[in-house]
Structures are given as C-alpha cells and as structure tokens.
C-alpha cells in the first residue's frame, strides 16, 4: 500500500484556501478548535459521509485533520479504499496550534475533552475501580488486568477500542442537523 500524502501545518496553511479540510475528531473536540473552514465529519461516520467526500475530492484536494494525525491517517487510508486521495495533517491540530496558526470556535458550541484525555480517564478510573474492588472482592482486580492489557493492545497495534467506545457517548456525537449540513455543504 502507498503511504498517505501528509502535509505540514506550514504547507498547510499556505494551501488552505484551496483544500476542502475535513476535522475527523469528535464535536466535541472540533468545537475546541479546528482549522479554518474545516468540516466536521467524526471518524466512525466516515462511511455515511463517503458520497459528499467524493464529490468534494472531485473538485479539488483534501485535507483530514484530527488531534495529533493518527485518525486522519487511518481515515486517509479508509478513503484511499474507496479511491478518494486525500492528506493527512502531521501532528494533528497539536502541531497547527504550536506553531501558531488560526484555530476557529463556533460561538456557544459545547466543548469536551479530547479524546485520549477520556482514554486516560476512563483508563485509569477502571484501573482504581479494580483494584479497590479487589480489596473485598479478590477477583475484581481482573478488571485492572485487562484494562491493562488493553492498554498494551493499543499501543502494539495503533489502535485504541476505549476510544471508540467513548466516541459512541451522547457528547462525543454530532447532532444529526450537524453532520446533514455538513454533508450538503461538501456536495455544492
């Protein structure tokens, strides 16, 4: 497989007015901060939002945004099976803002935390939950182990099921009106 185009927050930037940019991290954490004019689009609704991505692919370049450039990558990689080309961010929105570039937030929008700072919360309350469950209940530290080796699993394999887990949650979802007009504005 070829590896996914990526560009710098600099190339980025130069280019913004002529790439279609496309924020694949939670509402949440899009409301936090995106790329100017970037649509939100979360990473587990790729699929629906495929026939507005082609489109738009069909008018000129995009560009997936997330956090620190893993989920645009693998959403690079989702779009390149289904013949869409498209680049990746390097280092996410972490690197754009360190660098200095514009962030914009929608007025009044909710904001939530990002999504491996949920990870590590919901991680380490697990881990806790266990291990003071097993002071009583010997076998509760089970749960410490296998949110442990979950862990492991995500770091070997790039991966993170928590994450997914957590990005199903009522505040990590986009309002159907949201992603609706999303999809609309991409297929102009």
């Not at 930037?13 to 936090?32: F, K, M, N, Q, W």
């Not at 514009?102 to 007025?107: I, K």
């Not at 002071?135 to 997914?164: E, H, I, M, N, Q």
Request: hydrophobic share 45%.
């Amino acid at each position: 497989m070829a590896p996914t185009p990526a560009l710098t927050a600099d190339q980025a930037s130069t280019r913004l007015h002529e790439l279609t940019v496309i924020d694949v991290r939670t509402p949440g954490e899009y409301a936090s901060g995106h790329l100017p004019g970037a649509h939100n689009i979360p990473l587990d609704r790729l699929d629906i939002a495929l026939p507005a991505l082609k489109a738009a692919a069909d008018r000129g370049d995009l560009l997936i945004v997330c956090a620190s450039g893993t989920r645009s990558a693998t959403a690079c990689r989702r779009l390149a099976d289904e013949g869409v080309t498209a680049a990746t961010l390097t280092g996410g929105t972490s690197a754009w803002t360190r660098l200095g570039h514009d962030t914009h937030r929608p007025a009044g929008a909710r904001t939530s935390w990002a999504m491996d700072r949920q990870v590590r919360l919901a991680a380490g309350s697990l881990v806790l939950t266990g291990l003071a469950a097993g002071l009583r209940w010997p076998r509760a530290r089970a749960l410490s182990a296998g949110v442990a080796g979950g862990l492991v699993f995500s770091a070997l394999t790039d991966t993170c099921g928590l994450a997914k887990v957590l990005a199903r949650l009522p505040h990590n979802q986009p309002k159907g009106t949201d992603l609706d007009d999303t999809l609309a504005a991409l297929t102009r």
